[in-house]
């Protein structure tokens, strides 16, 4: 009997750990499945059949990039610039939210430029990177910077604020200093508004490479591939340029998934009220 209750208990804790990718999976595959066979349901004009492509189009185009040779240079320039971006952000936007949230002062300094950059839309800045780092992988770096440094910034800076003061109390009676402070209290109590921040900031990254490169940051990359092909009317390697940058943000999103469950398990249970 006991084995039995054991082998259920096995059995529930796998679904619960693999429910969602189950889930997850399993709708997208219904919803390639539909956009396969939508042409043979409905009846589309020949205009709507020049652009459109089917799932099949879309895999053929991926083929046909690599076998040209033109996916791999495109993918690494787009993906080089991406982390690079990205790296700095983190870089910058973690120690600058902490120190802003813990000091008054320096929030006061910084708070009011924050909030104005914050608020403007990153394509206006976009001719001024261009005019000061050129064409190329530089520019396209600064946009993701820019794009991914606020929110990332602006998460780690409320999570800080709403760390437990009684916690930083008691730490501090036992005589702890700041720096002790912040890697014992503060950053463990902002770890969730900081793995929201850098969900979000992923999305703003790989948004700053796509307008990067569409609006003339680059001669190479991903998006550079989308605009030529969308000039040429090649819905196909348009969509496929599409998949290449969700599947980036769906891999990367699942790591930083895997981090949280990772550097959240001192978190105590949450427990259900009956």
């Given at each position: 009997m006991s084995d039995i209750r054991s082998a259920d208990i096995t059995r529930k804790t796998?679904?619960?750990?693999?429910?969602?990718?189950?889930?997850?999976?399993?709708?997208?595959?219904?919803?390639?499945?539909?956009?396969?066979?939508?042409?043979?349901i409905f009846t589309l004009s020949k205009g709507m059949q020049l652009f459109f492509a089917t799932p099949i189009m879309v895999v053929e185009a991926l083929g046909d990039l690599i076998a040209s040779g033109k996916?791999?240079?495109?993918?690494?320039?787009?993906?080089?610039?991406?982390l690079l971006g990205l790296?700095?952000?983190?870089?910058?936007?973690?120690?600058?939210?902490?120190?802003?949230g813990r000091s008054r002062l320096i929030n006061d300094i910084f708070d009011p430029f924050i909030t104005a950059i914050n608020a403007t839309p990153r394509l206006v800045f976009l001719?001024?990177?261009l005019i000061w780092f050129g064409i190329g992988m530089k520019s396209v770096i600064f946009v993701v910077f820019i794009g991914a440094l606020f929110p990332l910034l602006i998460n780690t800076y409320e999570g800080v604020k709403n760390a437990d003061k009684l916690l930083i109390n008691v730490v501090k009676s036992y005589g702890a200093n700041e720096w002790e402070i912040n890697k014992l209290v503060v950053v463990p109590n902002s770890?969730?508004?900081?793995?929201?921040?850098?969900?979000?900031?992923?999305?703003r990254a790989v948004l700053g490479?796509?307008?990067a490169e569409f609006f003339g940051g680059?001669?190479?990359?991903?998006?550079?591939?989308?605009?030529?092909?969308?000039?040429?009317?090649?819905?196909?390697?348009?969509f496929a340029g599409l998949i290449l940058f969700m599947a980036i943000s769906l891999v990367l999103t699942?790591?930083?998934?895997?981090?949280?469950?990772?550097?959240?398990?001192?978190?105590?249970?949450?427990t259900k009220n009956f």
């Open positions: 796998f679904r619960e750990k693999y429910e969602h990718a189950f889930l997850g999976g399993g709708f997208i595959i219904v919803m390639i499945v539909i956009w396969q066979i939508v042409p043979t996916l791999w240079p495109a993918v690494q320039f787009s993906a080089t610039a991406f790296g700095l952000s983190i870089i910058v936007a973690l120690p600058l939210g902490v120190i802003m001719p001024l990177i770890l969730p508004f900081i793995i929201a921040g850098l969900r979000l900031a992923i999305g490479v796509v307008v680059s001669s190479k990359g991903i998006g550079v591939i989308m605009v030529r092909a969308s000039g040429t009317f090649q819905v196909d390697v348009v699942g790591i930083v998934r895997a981090i949280e469950a990772r550097f959240s398990r001192w978190r105590p249970p949450q």
